[in-house]
């Protein structure tokens, strides 16, 4: 996979639960949230605040996965729900968030493939209100000297995968995301020379559907 990433593998990228997974909406009879002890609870609290705080990212991303997987390129983020990743070349492909759709385009395929944001695992990064609860659950957290780091699942289907978002503590800052597949592949996203808060061009998110796609 070091010079093709697969469709789950490039969904993965968005930062989810099960690589290229729906998040259904939670059922009435989802299981019951582990307990979170009060400095859990107050750490789950303190990450939401300051996920709702990043407004916009950009910079460059590593994707590295337990299989041999190796890809990078270049990350934007505009919350609300918007989003694009350029993977660098030989990699031929583009990730798009639009607003309303996801969009999966391979040049060297020449295939589009798109599927609503809100039911992607991007929602939880580009969402206009982010909860790590709901459609979510925190499975736990794990601290080390200044790291802190949250276990997700999906509420209403905690086998399909997990999440671990990865952040530096002191100050918090998201650092990576890791997927772990219903298969149990990793895939970690790490970003690099990242800036927080700074204006994108809102053109950057615009989707310039090929040709061979009309």
Known sequence: MTNAITRRRALATLGALAAGAAFPPARADAPPRPKLDARDAADVARIERYLNDVHTLQGRFIQTSSNGGYAEGKIYLERPDRLRLDYAPPAK??????????????????????VPLSTTPAAVLVSDKVKLSGDVTVLGLDRGKQTINVHLIQTSDPDQGQLVLAFTDAPLQLRDWTVVDAQGVHTRVALVNTEFNAPVDREVFFFDRPRWAQ
């Open 93 to 114: 492909l583009q990730v798009f968030a639009d607003g309303f759709w996801l969009i999966y385009a391979d040049y060297e395929l020449q295939n589009v493939s798109q």
